[in-house]
């Protein structure tokens, strides 16, 4: 038998299904690790700890930055696994379980995210990437209410769709960490501009690839 049969075949078993389809949330989690961690040192400092991170405005308003922090630490880790297949088939009501509590932590991230940007980043990032704060963040609570919407009328096509474009805004955060590594590694801080475009490219690269999943998921 050739190494190609082999590899088809193994990929069709039960065990290599399994094995692929946790490539996608080890990914994901992987990617969320940047924010995960960081929201950790923030914690760390605001109960007293070691100040580890550059001091923000947030830091003058602790209540929704906590928020922030325990709404995105879950609906990253907790909404990678909403892309194992074999939890989505349990029958033991998980995903749908899960699912409302990412609903509840994703539109509590989104909220904070602009309430924070609206309030404390202005002055950091100039009043053009305040504004993709707000659209994204909007963009965000939108696409998960409109996904809560089309599971209530049992729409899963479009429930997958819209729940898969709201994780992928929220994800915005690891994949900007990739966008300015590049930038901060040769030429420093990016000021406001080139931080606004590095930021926006995140997302735009996220939802891009959102919507190549759902389109592959759809064929």
Same mark, same amino acid.
């Given at each position: ?37 960081? #929201? ?8 007293? #700890? ?37 939890? &989505?088939?349990? &029958? ?65 096509? &479009? ?61």
């Amino acid at each position: 038998m050739s190494d190609e049969s082999m590899a088809v075949r193994s990929a069709r078993s039960p065990r290599g299904r399994a094995r692929g389809g946790w490539r996608v949330p080890a990914g994901l989690i992987a990617l969320g690790l940047v924010p995960v961690v960081a #929201g950790a040192l923030r914690m760390t400092e605001l109960a007293g #700890g070691p100040v580890n991170l550059p001091r923000t405005a947030a830091l003058a308003a602790p209540v929704p930055l906590v928020l922030h922090i325990v709404s995105v630490t879950a609906y990253s880790i907790l909404g990678a696994f909403q892309f194992v297949p074999r939890l &989505r088939r349990r &029958r033991n009501g998980w995903h749908r379980r899960a699912g409302r509590l990412l609903v509840v932590c994703g539109l509590l991230a989104g909220l904070t995210g602009m309430w924070m940007a609206y309030f404390h980043s202005r002055p950091v990032d100039g009043d053009l990437l305040l504004g993709f704060r707000l659209f994204f963040g909007a963009a965000m609570v939108v696409s998960i209410g409109l996904g809560f919407a089309a599971i209530r009328r049992r729409d899963f096509s &479009r429930h997958r769709a819209w729940m898969i474009r709201g994780y992928a805004i929220g994800m915005g955060a690891g994949t900007q960490a990739f966008t300015q590594a590049p930038w901060m590694l040769f030429f420093g801080a990016p000021g406001q501009l080139p931080r606004m475009f590095l930021m926006v490219a995140a997302w735009v690269i996220n939802l891009v690839v959102a919507e190549w999943a759902i389109r592959r998921w759809r064929g």
